[in-house]
């Protein structure tokens, strides 16, 4: 299906993640569509592997395997997108060519599945309904924090990665709207993310969310 497309060209292919590693040193790619069960090396490793010695090769996962865990590694493992195999062609292609852009795709089924996870964890968690004026991570000193974010924008990247929009972010944090959007720009320029699906893959590659 991928050679198909006018603007992409097929590479390798790899039956296993080892193969993957050494397809990827050989030829560079821009994107690697990447499987998780695979022997040998399995798709969270190999896409760990690629995202510490090839940075400029972005990794698409294609799994069967949609459970929180599967999402979560994946995603602290590097992987820059999410699909499920019943992810249509166009998705697919629209997914490898985002992750060639350095723009995150997630699967919607997936985004519902972090949505959900950060939702019952706050949920199970005694007092997490009681936001207080000074923020849930006021109590993370800001060194504390990735590439400069201040306690207020990690606040807002948490509630992005619940899947709030920016008036609910609003009402949560008792700020106004366009507060939270100059939140959202400064914390979209320090951490190089484009867009919401970026950032929830930030959150939670870098645990600033409820799901640790």
């Known amino acids: 299906m991928l050679s198909l497309l006018d603007d992409v060209e097929v590479v390798g292919e790899a039956a296993d993640g080892e193969q993957a590693l050494h397809l990827v040193a050989e030829h560079q790619p821009d994107v690697v569509l990447m499987d998780l069960r695979m022997p040998r090396h399995d798709g969270i490793d190999a896409t760990a592997r690629i995202a510490a010695d090839h940075p400029n090769t972005r990794v698409v996962v294609l799994t069967t395997y949609a459970d929180d865990a599967d999402i979560l590694a994946a995603l602290r493992a590097g992987a820059l997108g999410y699909l499920t195999k019943d992810a249509s062609r166009r998705q697919i292609a629209h997914a490898v060519r985002a992750a060639a852009a350095d723009q995150s795709v997630l699967d919607p089924q997936v985004q519902r599945r972090l949505v959900a996870a950060a939702g019952q964890l706050t949920a199970a968690t005694p007092g997490a309904g009681a936001v207080s004026r000074t923020g849930p991570t006021d109590k993370l000193p800001a060194s504390d924090l ?67």
Do not use: C, M, W
Request: charged share 25%; no cysteine; glycine share 6%.
């Open 146 to 212: 990735p590439d400069g974010l201040t306690t207020r924008e990690a606040d807002v990247l948490r509630l992005i990665a619940e899947g709030l929009s920016n008036r609910e972010i609003a009402g949560r944090l008792y700020i106004s709207e366009a507060t939270v959007k100059s939140h959202i720009n400064r914390l979209f320029a320090k951490t190089g993310v484009r867009d919401r699906a970026q950032a929830v893959r930030y959150a939670y590659q870098h645990r600033l969310t409820n799901h640790t």
